[in-house]
């Protein structure tokens, strides 16, 4: 990349008018904080900024087989268990480019690779986020930089470049916020999606993992410590002595609803915190020893006041109503990273595939298997999306579609 006069840059037709405003300092605002408006669709990895991984979609119900499956044919890392859906397209993140999947027949429509940043004389800079769309725009961090890329002509329309690799991005209503080192401290940053300005920093390595009006939920990297920030200015509301574990890595383990903050514990512990203070309302222990959290993954219903928590490491997956009571449980052995819910099914990740609950009881529905195409098949959330389901598993990508 060549020499410029801040870290901060503008591309394509953004940049002319704005440029002056990046010379300023690095506080240069940008307009206000807008959270979204509400709707329905897949747009982020686990929905929507809440990362609750519900919706009112019912997939495939009742009974369900594989449609389509595509192989990526590249490598997959863990932190990326997440898809996004926009007009038709399902965007999949890989190692090293973003992939585009036509829905309809599974063919890549097209793939975008970071290319402004080798990092050796045949590399690229890695993927390190999973997709976050807004108004035809893809958020993503490729190792330093944050991009904001147009769906249409895959051409960035800003990029805000960091010292060194971001630790996440999550995208709320008009605002991206992202965590990296920037001029020699660790950063939590507000940037605005439309513009890439500057709007507000604050010191200190918090991960941002979930957002709900009035609450943005950060984790600190060295503790695990939650905390409750004000989307619009930083300031911070509350800290937790709720801890969890590997933040940069599983973003399936914190989702916000209205008045809770549900978070799974780096001891294995299932706690819910009250939104406004982070103070704990309840906590489920774990009743496994030396539990594994690192694929664990919770899915939340605000309308039916459920939360349902898949345990890889216990082969288990089991509802929790709002008050802290388990409703059912069930033994399965082969689950993998992810849960997702949707017009009364409940959709698990396995090792071979994807399971379906009934999500009142727990009975099973169906389960369908595919070949992951590698060595580890780590799974992803399943996304729902009217009577489909779209899934990932190791290198490959599928559709479930009824029976």
Same mark, same amino acid.
């Given at each position: 990349?060549?020499?410029?006069?801040?870290?901060?840059?503008?591309?394509?037709?953004?940049?002319?008018?704005?440029?002056?405003?990046?010379?300023?300092?690095?506080?240069?605002?940008?307009?206000?904080?807008?959270?979204?408006?509400?709707?329905?669709?897949?747009?982020?990895?686990?929905?929507?900024?809440?990362?609750?991984?519900?919706?009112?979609?019912?997939?495939?119900?009742?009974?369900?087989?594989?449609?389509?499956?595509?192989?990526?044919?590249?490598?997959?890392?863990?932190?990326?268990?997440?898809?996004?859906?926009?007009?038709?397209?399902?965007?999949?993140?890989?190692?090293?480019? @973003?992939? /585009? *999947?036509?829905?309809?027949? !599974?063919? #890549? %429509? &097209? +793939?975008?690779?970071? $290319?402004?940043? =080798?990092?050796?004389?045949?590399?690229?800079?890695?993927?390190?986020?999973?997709?976050?769309?807004?108004?035809?725009?893809?958020?993503?961090?490729?190792?330093?930089?944050?991009?904001?890329?147009?769906?249409?002509?895959?051409?960035?329309?800003?990029?805000?470049?960091?010292?060194?690799?971001?630790?996440?991005?999550?995208?709320?209503?008009?605002?991206?916020?992202?965590?990296?080192?920037?001029?020699?401290?660790?950063? @939590?940053? /507000? *940037?605005?999606?439309?513009? !890439?300005? #500057? %709007? &507000? +920093?604050?010191?200190? $390595?918090?991960? =941002?993992?979930?957002?709900?009006?009035?609450?943005?939920?950060?984790?600190?990297?060295?503790?695990?410590?939650?905390?409750?920030?004000?989307?619009?200015?930083?300031?911070?509301?509350?800290?937790?002595?709720?801890?969890?574990?590997?933040?940069?890595?599983?973003?399936?383990?914190?989702?916000?609803?209205?008045?809770?903050?549900?978070?799974?514990?780096?001891?294995?512990?299932?706690?819910?915190?009250?939104?406004?203070?982070?103070?704990?309302?309840?906590?489920?222990?774990?009743?496994?020893?030396?539990?594994?959290?690192? $694929?664990?993954?919770?899915?939340?219903?605000?309308?039916?006041?459920?939360?349902?928590?898949?345990?890889?490491?216990?082969?288990?997956?089991?509802?929790?109503?709002?008050?802290?009571?388990?409703?059912?449980?069930?033994?399965?052995?082969?689950?993998?990273?992810?849960?997702?819910?949707?017009?009364?099914?409940?959709?698990?990740?396995?090792?071979?595939?994807?399971?379906?609950?009934?999500?009142?009881?727990?009975?099973?529905?169906?389960?369908?298997?595919?070949?992951?195409?590698?060595?580890?098949?780590?799974?992803?959330?399943?996304?729902?999306?009217?009577?489909?389901?779209?899934?990932?598993?190791?290198?490959?990508?599928?559709?479930?579609?009824?029976?």
């Amino acid at each position: 990349m060549g020499s410029v006069l801040t870290r901060r840059r503008l591309l394509g037709a953004a940049g002319g008018p704005l440029l002056g405003a990046f010379l300023l300092g690095p506080r240069v605002g940008g307009s206000g904080h807008v959270d979204p408006d509400p709707g329905s669709g897949w747009h982020q990895p686990r929905t929507d900024a809440r990362n609750v991984a519900r919706t009112a979609d019912p997939g495939p119900g009742s009974d369900g087989r594989v449609g389509w499956a595509h192989s990526l044919d590249a490598h997959r890392r863990f932190e990326h268990a997440g898809l996004a859906l926009v007009d038709g397209t399902l965007l999949v993140p890989t190692h090293r480019s @973003l992939r /585009a *999947i036509d829905v309809e027949s !599974g063919a #890549e %429509r &097209w +793939r975008y690779a970071y $290319r402004d940043l =080798p990092v050796g004389p045949f590399d690229r800079p890695q993927l390190d986020t999973a997709p976050r769309i807004r108004d035809g725009v893809v958020y993503l961090a490729f190792q330093a930089d944050v991009c904001a890329l147009e769906l249409d002509s895959q051409r960035l329309r800003w990029r805000y470049s960091l010292d060194g690799s971001v630790d996440g991005v999550h995208l709320f209503g008009n605002t991206a916020y992202a965590t990296g080192r920037l001029d020699g401290e660790d950063r @939590l940053l /507000a *940037i605005d999606a439309n513009t !890439g300005l #500057e %709007r &507000w +920093r604050k010191t200190g $390595r918090v991960i =941002p993992l979930a957002a709900r009006s009035g609450l943005l939920v950060g984790a600190r990297y060295e503790s695990g410590r939650l905390l409750g920030l004000e989307p619009e200015t930083g300031t911070r509301r509350w800290l937790s002595d709720a801890a969890i574990g590997a933040a940069t890595l599983n973003r399936g383990s914190v989702a916000a609803v209205d008045d809770l903050v549900v978070g799974i514990e780096s001891n294995g512990d299932l706690t819910a915190l009250e939104a406004d203070t982070g103070e704990r309302r309840w906590t489920v222990f774990d009743d496994v020893g030396e539990p594994n959290t690192y $694929r664990r993954s919770v899915a939340v219903d605000p309308s039916d006041r459920a939360i349902y928590r898949s345990r890889p490491d216990a082969s288990t997956i089991s509802r929790i109503d709002f008050a802290g009571d388990e409703e059912w449980r069930i033994d399965e052995s082969a689950l993998e990273f992810g849960v997702s819910v949707g017009g009364g099914t409940v959709y698990a990740s396995t090792t071979g595939g994807l399971l379906a609950l009934e999500a009142d009881a727990g009975d099973e529905r169906f389960r369908v298997s595919v070949d992951p195409d590698g060595t580890d098949p780590l799974g992803g959330t399943p996304l729902i999306a009217d009577d489909r389901v779209y899934h990932l598993l190791g290198e490959t990508v599928y559709e479930v579609t009824p029976r």
